[in-house]
């Protein structure tokens, strides 16, 4: 990594001037509140303020500066290798309104851009799935198979723009990729306009799903309106009940400028390799920027995340060559058990309470889409795609039963079994053993504690039980961040809330009593 590295904050939030927002305060009233200011919320804001209705949007932290400040911003209907499983689990006519909706979706955004003259670097591009062992070829075929049935202009291919050699790999054309917060800010500037207001640093704690509903926030500020959309990425305010049906996972992406020549002009994943997604940005001085993704994992599971950096950015160098990584940073996304995203009303709250979310890693199509269907609902219009999203549904449960299982299996695991291991207690071994940049969880008066010592030599501790549901949390070495294996809240090392569902920050505890 050379000394210029740009850590944490993604290339996007660093190259767009978002508007800023004042927090909530007092009681107010809207048609619609929006929970969550990403490309779901802002999406689904702006199709309604365009309809007439009254709009609030409320995000916890910056507008765009969570999941969708940190994607890869692909705009494409090709979703890795999904048509070939939609065809087999859900049956063709799902997988063909899959095709239609993506699709319609990604039209949709090139709509918007023109209608209100967005300049966001929307650019035109072939996407692929790519494999570079021949063990996946039996399976790129049938995918491309899939993906041509369901309505996509897809084919089978073995030469793509890549400057090493694949074996195969599905090709869709006319797909396209964009720079999302400029995007999403051009967005905003059309909702103000129409009467829409947003508020930033307003965490919503509080549902209640009456008529009208009414949202309560950490700093006792509220807002009542007709209906609710919870766009919060994984949802909060539902019971656990669609957290049983979501699996979380973490993806590390590094950046740099490319040299001239190796442009791949596409839109690029493969499942090898620990997965590797690829695609190019335009740079201010007319070169390209890389941006590559991969290393998945699940956060809060120990992973050694700046080892992974490392394999990423070894891979970049040997396929780009030239290459050097500027700029890194994660991206977090989750995933349904039976794969399709979840996107309508919300289970077991009134009929006037809306959710979106389980994108699998496509939530820039999929976020647009969301605005769409839920602007709809809320419309009193019927579901364009016919309830193909529907969080309720119950249609696939048993051919999705394995997925679903193994993901509540995963999440008792962790429940019991890290508790089990967190049996230090704090007085001669984990905490004096801990270096600068080191973090660990012991156990100190009985209970659970993550303590972390930074640069400086200083030790903090904070309760290692996450205030959602009560698994413990692991340390992200590379972040420096508490993470949650169950689903996937996040946390600074002081304890501050940085990614929900969890609404509340970790107890600080006093690292003194662990010396």
């Keep these: 990594m050379n000394q210029s590295l740009s850590t944490g904050e993604s290339y996007w939030t660093q190259t767009a001037a978002m508007p800023s927002f004042a ?46 400040g940190h994607t890869t911003a692909k705009l494409t209907a090709l979703h890795t290798a999904v048509y070939d499983t939609l065809r087999s689990k859900h049956g063709r ?37 790519y494999c570079e062992e021949s063990e996946g070829i039996d399976a790129l075929r049938a995918e ?33 990729q964009f720079h999302p917060l ?12 129409r009467g829409g207001r947003l508020y930033e640093n307003t965490r919503v704690t509080e549902l209640d799903d ?15 309106a007709e209906h609710v959309v919870v766009a919060t990425h994984h949802p909060v305010f539902d019971n656990a009940l669609l957290s049983t049906r979501l699996t979380q996972h973490r993806d590390l992406v590094i950046a740099g ?5 190796q442009d791949p002009e596409g839109l690029y994943i493969t499942q090898e390799n620990g997965k590797r997604s690829v695609r190019t940005a335009p740079l201010a001085d007319g070169r390209r920027l890389l941006i590559v993704t991969g290393q998945a994992f699940t956060p809060g599971t120990g992973e050694d995340t700046e080892a992974g950096y490392v394999r990423l950015q070894d891979w970049a160098e040997q396929r780009f060559p ?31 309470v809306y959710v979106a979310t389980g994108f699998a890693g496509w939530g820039m199509t999929g976020g647009v889409l969301a605005g769409m269907i839920i602007a709809a609902l809320v419309r009193g219009d019927e579901d364009p795609w016919g309830g193909l999203y529907k969080p309720g549904r119950v249609g696939s449960a048993a051919r999705s039963a394995p997925t679903f ?48 010592r930074d640069d400086e030599g200083t030790l903090h501790a904070v309760s290692a039980v996450c205030t959602h549901l009560g698994c413990l949390v692991a340390f992200n070495n590379a972040e420096r961040t508490w993470e949650c294996p169950c689903h996937g809240s996040r946390f600074g090392i002081d304890g501050e809330l940085l990614q929900g569902p969890a609404l509340h920050a970790l107890e600080r505890r006093d690292p003194t009593d662990l010396l």
């Design 23 to 68: 927090p909530l305060s007092g009681s107010s009233e809207a048609d619609v509140a929006v929970v969550g200011g990403g490309i779901v919320g802002i999406s689904t804001a702006w199709e309604l303020a365009r309809s007439g209705k009254r709009v609030a949007v409320l995000e916890a932290g910056d507008v765009a500066g969570g999941v969708t």
């Design 93 to 129: 006519d799902a997988a063909r309104r899959y095709a239609t909706s993506q699709s319609s979706a990604l039209r949709h955004v090139i709509e918007v851009c023109e209608e209100l003259g967005i300049e966001c670097e929307l650019e035109s591009r072939p996407a692929f799935t």
């Design 144 to 176: 491309a198979d899939a993906a041509r049935e369901a309505g996509l202009n897809a084919s089978f291919v073995t030469a793509t723009g890549l400057p090493f050699p694949v074996v195969g790999a599905v090709r869709v054309e006319d797909q396209a």
């Design 182 to 193: 400029k995007y999403l800010s051009g967005l905003i500037g059309d909702i103000v306009a």
């Design 210 to 224: 009456g008529h009208p509903c009414r949202l309560t926030t950490d700093s006792g500020a509220s807002m009542t």
């Design 257 to 261: 400028p490319l040299p001239d020549g």
């Design 322 to 352: 030239g290459f050097r990584t500027t700029h890194r940073w994660a991206a977090q996304d989750n995933s349904s058990t039976d794969t399709l995203p979840l996107i309508g009303r919300l289970p077991a709250k009134s009929d006037n």
């Design 405 to 452: 299982f193994k993901a509540q299996w995963d999440v008792a695991k962790h429940f019991v079994g890290d508790r089990v291991d967190a049996l230090g207690d704090g007085t001669d071994g984990p905490v004096e053993d801990l270096r600068p940049g080191e973090g660990t969880v012991v156990r100190a008066g009985g209970k659970p504690c993550a303590v972390h």
